[in-house]
T-cell receptor, first 114, second 115 residues
Framework: DTEVTQTPKHLVMGMTNKKSLKCEQH?????MYWYKQKAKKPPELMFV???????INESVPSRFSPECPNSSLLNLHLHALQPEDSALYLC?????????????FGQGTRLTVV | AQSVTQPDIHITVSEGASLELRCNYS??????LFWYVQSPGQGLQLLLK??????LVQGIKGFEAEFKRSQSSFNLRKPSVHWSDAAEYFC?????????????FGTGTRLQVTL
């Protein structure tokens, strides 16, 4: 099973709402990632969890709050977002290091902030 | 800092024609390089990877890529393109920080296939 599952597929939220994006993998990967992708742009890294610990935070605003409850799950909690945060949010997983560190991506959550 | 450059924003080829998408990297050590494909509104699918060893790597869907250290390139090729290959293609380089790794993507090349 090389699947990364993201829910929901689409999300529309107001600027005062609180919502969460979820990501799950069962490949035994101990690294999980959140990327943000705007239209016609490449994915940009937001967060990296390695062995369930936050390892990289690419200076993401605090209105985005990641959480890694266990080695299979990754959440992204959203609060007080701005319209410019509308984007495709991609989750990925991989082995943290070594020669099998290729990342597998989910299908993404299309987020619209109104 | 590590980076990849994809010089071609948009390429159009006829179905059945050959394809080459360019990627140049900047990295101090031996790079770990990848090609991903993305259909509209979808996630990224790994086509192939290069870590070390044989400089010609084979991937899925009939794609291959050649690592050339002297040219700092990792170009993607396919002998005969199918209409279903129309998508966005991203080259990426892997870097390591402590116990973590991260991908840095090029700006992408949009492939259009004409029938």
């Amino acid at each position: 099973d090389t699947e990364v599952t993201q829910t929901p597929k689409h999300l529309v939220m107001g600027m005062t709402n609180k919502k969460s994006l979820k990501c799950e993998q069962h490949m035994g990967h101990r690294a999980m990632y959140w990327y943000k992708q705007k239209a016609k742009k490449p994915p940009e890294l937001m967060f990296v969890y390695s062995y369930e610990k936050l390892s990289i935070n690419e200076s993401v605003p605090s209105r985005f709050s990641p959480e890694c409850p266990n080695s299979s799950l990754l959440n992204l909690h959203l609060h007080a977002l701005q319209p410019e945060d509308s984007a495709l949010y991609l989750c990925a997983s991989s082995h943290p290091r070594g020669t099998n560190t290729e990342a597998f991506f989910g299908q993404g959550t299309r987020l619209t902030v109104v | 800092a590590q980076s990849v450059t994809q010089p071609d924003i948009h390429i159009t080829v006829s179905e059945g024609a050959s394809l080459e998408l360019r990627c140049n990297y900047s990295y101090g050590a031996t790079p770990y390089l990848f090609w991903y494909v993305q259909s509209p509104g979808q996630g990224l699918q790994l086509l192939l990877k290069y870590f070390s060893g044989d400089t010609l790597v084979q991937g899925i869907k009939g794609f291959e890529a050649e690592f050339k250290r002297s040219q700092s390139s990792f170009n993607l090729r396919k002998p005969s393109v199918h209409w279903s290959d129309a998508a966005e293609y991203f080259c990426a380089v892997l870097s390591f920080t402590g116990t973590a790794s991260k991908l840095t993507f090029g700006t992408g090349t949009r492939l259009q296939v004409t029938l």
